[in-house]
């Protein structure tokens, strides 16, 4: 019983890490250590955020790419799992592809923006959507979560503002 639960369980927690990755990276709140970036020089420091996310980007297309690999391959030898239930393998690793697919269009999307402002200078942009949140960030978010303010929709907004679906600023 226990290998049965372990492995559906075991699933869950894939797609769960794997379709939370894109959110995870959109609203900046990947594990960072930051230590000597932010004593780097704002102009300086814009380079090294756009060359994280390059690689970022260049992993995750990698990743995605394995991904849909492994489902191919299930699908081509009709792979189950070995537990009682016999779940053909193309459900979890499709599921767990996606997600991984989601975090990798994330990544193109964000280094796309990225591009766009280091070819319009605007260090400071490229800095408020890549850099580190502020304490001010992590307060409102442990505010929003006892509930004390209300929620806020998209990533945090220090600095600058983001281009919207017009060109122009949104606030």
Known sequence: MFERNGRKTGYLLAFGIAWGL?????????????????????????????????????????????????????IL????????????????????????????????VLLVEVLCRLAAGDAAGIDALLGPRTFEDETDEALEAVGLVPPRVGPPQSGSPRLGANGGSTP
Do not use: Y
């Open 22 to 74: 894109a959110h995870t990276l959109a609203m900046r709140a990947h594990i960072r250590v930051d230590v000597l970036v932010n004593r780097v020089p704002l102009r300086c420091r814009q380079f090294l955020h756009a060359f994280a996310l390059a690689i970022l980007t260049a992993l995750t297309c990698f990743l995605t790419w394995c991904a849909w690999g492994l489902v191919q391959e299930s």
């Open 77 to 108: 030898f009709n792979a189950k799992d070995t537990s009682a239930l016999a779940i053909p393998l193309v459900i979890p690793q499709g599921l767990w592809a996606v997600g991984i697919t989601m975090l990798a269009m994330m990544a193109v």
